[in-house]
């Protein structure tokens, strides 16, 4: 009989660990959370302070049976599940369905990262459970609750049944309704633009753009506020006059060393937008995999390690002990120009938690290459950007020789015309790769930068003579489409949601029909523009992202000890009940909403329509069931699920109601 019981959330955690603990520790997964919120009822009283009714989890009686009867044996109990908000709620409900039973100790341990002498570590150095972590969890699974289940039967009773609306999903899929719109509304600016190829003496040519007439700067790329911009008249007027006697010389050149300073160690929400960037995976396929490396992939006979720390973290801060390992590989494994001369540290943004490190590899000397065996494709490509990421960090700056050589034209006098015109060119080297030898960054497709080219050597006063003149068209361009990486960022950027939620958010919204994805951008549906301009307008502050964003950093406060978690609640219900009884009379009803296609049956020549069926969207024939006419959705374009019917039901008896309270 085992003397200790160690309870995890998942299997995998749980072979790693009993692998490490030995014969004296009995470990047994509870399969995510085994006590909750009832799904099929509201579960909260409003009247008696937001009381939540815990019960167990459909399909959980015989898991926590076997960790009561487990715990029953124990002289200590150990609840080691994940170190988050939600991991605590799990260690909290579990210790009290059992801290009845026979008086064995309780102890709560906090797993950063699971290898044999961190999770000893963790044993050895329990703490006590967290009731203010749990209390912001609470706060959270009620608010959302509250919200999602007195705006769904609205819903119903104004558009359709099934639908569902969620406090933070709601408001993530404004941010896309409203990039949406102002999308339909822009309208592009035709500009052109001037490149001149120009040759010094004994020097090969180099291209030079037109940036400014008279000392008026010109638009070149993406126009900037109080930047000229020429139409194709001018610039053709403008070509004649430069290629008909104009002089050219080079007016000033400059060359300095710039030193790129390598990004900090991954948090949540840049690893996920790096893995969307650099392999196109959704961000929950990114935190799968994650977590898969973070409870233990088994290393042949060395049996299964935990590869990567917690992977549900805002804070860049890194260990002592792992900044040393990776200094001392780099040192090792690089010449010594690639060690600066003192640990790098990085700062956190603002109102990051830092409640665990950045997500790191538990052991550097693990490199992917040794790794890859072990590993399938889609973990080695998430471990590699871990690790390289984790070691670039502490690398030497890169340096990047950046060049600039600016062309001036003097035009002959031609009535008001411009007189002169000023062509820059700009290029870059790089010096020395420092940290880009291993790692760098990938952008974002709206991230664009100027060409850069290696640039002649040329000196200030040099006659130049030109070439070829090139013109070209452009429109300015409507702000683009969210991918998964950039709504990650402005979720982030605007304090919507927290790392553990963005990948959740994502699928909700996917899932439920109110977006979908087109080339790997974010386009709302009908249904979910509708939806969001009638929760709009009768729940602005609900859906107004400040005011999410405070609500999360209420959510913060709670878990330091400064809020009190019913009174916040309190405050929220207040104002968000007055909303309600406004829109059950002001909402205005829509009925038998369509989602059209935009084309007509090839059959019937009736309107195409999306559907949902057993496999997910489709498209169909609005004359359903005369014309049966179907057809999948294009390739390109993601597949969202169907919206899960409410589960709000008639109350019908249930689970026993746990003796668990807040």
């Not at 007055?578 to 059959?603: D, H, I, Q, W």
Request: charged residues 30%; glycine residues 6%.
């Amino acid at each position: 009989m085992a003397e200790n019981l160690v309870v995890v959330e998942s299997p995998t955690k749980a072979r790693t660990l009993k692998k490490y603990l030995g014969e004296k520790y009995a470990v047994k997964a509870s399969m995510g959370h085994v006590i909750d919120l009832p799904k099929s009822q509201f579960g909260v009283d409003v009247e008696d302070s937001f009381r939540p009714r815990y019960i167990i989890v459909k399909g959980k009686g015989k898991v926590l049976k076997e960790i009561k009867i487990a715990a029953k044996r124990a002289k200590r109990v150990y609840l080691a599940s994940d170190p988050d908000r939600e991991g605590e709620a799990i260690a909290w409900h579990i210790a009290g369905a059992i801290r009845a039973l026979n008086g064995a100790t309780l102890h709560r341990v906090i797993l950063h990262e699971i290898t044999a002498k961190k999770v000893k570590e963790a044993i050895e150095k329990p703490v006590e459970l967290d009731e203010r972590k749990f209390n912001a969890q609470q706060a959270r699974r009620i608010l959302d609750r509250v919200v999602g289940y007195k705006l769904s039967p609205l819903l119903w009773k104004k558009v359709k049944r099934g639908l569902s609306a969620g406090r933070v999903q709601s408001v993530a899929v404004r941010i896309i309704v409203d990039r949406e719109k102002e999308i339909r509304v822009f309208v592009p600016i035709e500009y052109w633009s001037l490149t001149a190829l120009l040759r010094a003496a004994s020097a090969p040519p180099f291209r030079a753009r037109l940036r400014e007439l008279d000392g008026e700067k010109v638009a070149f790329g993406k126009p900037e506020a109080g930047e000229r911009i020429l139409l194709r008249d001018e610039i053709d007027a403008l070509k004649r006059r430069l290629e008909s006697g104009a002089t050219f010389r080079v007016t000033d050149t400059e060359s300095k060393d710039i030193r790129r300073h390598p990004p900090a160690p991954f948090i949540t929400s840049e690893l996920q937008r790096e893995a969307a960037r650099r392999y196109h995976y959704p961000a929950r396929k990114t935190m799968m995999i994650a977590q898969q490396l973070y409870e233990g992939i088994p290393l042949g006979d060395e049996g299964p390690v935990g590869l990567i720390t917690y992977m549900r973290t805002d804070s860049v801060r890194v260990s002592e002990d792992a900044v040393k390992e990776a200094r001392a590989y780099i040192e090792e494994t690089f010449s010594p120009t690639y060690l600066p001369g003192s640990p790098r540290s990085f700062r956190n943004k603002k109102n990051a938690q830092d409640a665990h490190e950045a997500i790191r590899p538990s052991d550097v000397r693990r490199t992917p290459e040794a790794m890859a065996s072990f590993l399938n494709e889609e973990q080695l490509n998430v471990y590699r950007i871990v690790w390289q990421r984790m070691l670039a960090s502490q690398m030497a700056e890169a340096v990047i020789a950046q060049t600039r050589v600016d062309a001036q034209a003097d035009l002959p006098a031609d009535g008001a015309q411009p007189r002169k015109a000023l062509f820059r060119a700009t290029g870059s080297t790089l010096k020395f790769d420092g940290f880009m030898t291993l790692y760098r960054e990938s952008q974002d497709e709206d991230e664009t930068s100027e060409d850069e080219t290696d640039l002649p050597a040329v000196r200030a006063g040099e006659p130049l003579t030109l070439t070829e003149l090139e013109e070209r068209q452009h429109f300015t361009q409507p702000p683009p489409r969210y991918s998964e990486s950039s709504l990650i960022k402005e979720l982030e950027d605007k304090g919507i949601g927290r790392p553990s939620t963005y990948a959740m958010i994502i699928s909700t919204i996917q899932n439920r029909g109110y977006v979908y994805k087109l080339r790997g951008r974010f386009i709302p549906s009908p249904l979910g523009e509708l939806i969001t301009d009638m929760l709009t307008a009768s729940f602005p502050e609900v859906l107004d992202v400040q005011f999410t964003a405070e609500m999360e950093e209420q959510l913060d406060r709670i878990e330091e000890g400064e809020a009190d978690w019913v009174q916040t609640l309190e405050t929220f219900y207040r104002r968000f009940e007055k909303a309600l009884e406004r829109a059950a009379v002001e909402m205005k009803t829509v009925r038998g909403v369509v989602e059209k296609v935009g084309r007509a049956c090839p059959k019937c020549t009736k309107d195409l329509v999306f559907r949902f069926g057993p496999r997910g969207r489709f498209i169909a024939c609005s004359g359903f069931p005369e014309c049966r006419h179907t057809e999948s959705l294009p390739p390109e374009a993601t597949e969202a699920k169907p919206p899960e019917g409410s589960d709000v039901k008639e109350e019908k008896g249930g689970s026993d109601v746990v003796g668990v309270s807040g």
